[in-house]
């Protein structure tokens, strides 16, 4: 328990939920400096037909954009987390991981 007790610390003592609730998508994705880059690396992927590589980023991204989610900001009431919301989050990622294994493992090119 003490292992999960010091995750715990770690964890709020790096503040990530306010990092990823502070991270400004409008600026993000009208930079240039990170727009430009992006749309050439999808265009390449698009061009070579990469497609296990296009899905990994669909996936990264849309992790992310859940992640910022009123919903995934409702997980934790008072310190306590919601187990009723917990589990479609776990199953969810559990489903996505599984995708992902299958995408490295299961099938061939």
């Known amino acids: 328990m003490e292992f999960f007790t010091n995750l715990k610390e770690w964890f709020a003592s790096i503040h990530i939920q306010e990092q990823i609730r502070d991270v400004d998508f409008t600026g993000l994705f009208t930079n240039p400096w990170f727009i430009i880059p992006f749309a050439l690396l999808v265009c390449y992927l698009l061009y070579k037909q990469n497609w296990k590589d296009l899905i990994i980023i669909t996936i ?40 992902v294994i299958y995408l490295f493992f299961g099938r061939s090119d």
């Open 60 to 99: 990264f991204v849309a992790v992310w954009w859940v992640s910022g989610t009123d919903y995934m900001n409702s997980l934790l009431v008072d310190g306590e987390i919601q187990i009723s919301k917990i589990l479609p989050v776990i199953f969810g990622g559990a489903a996505v991981l599984g995708f």
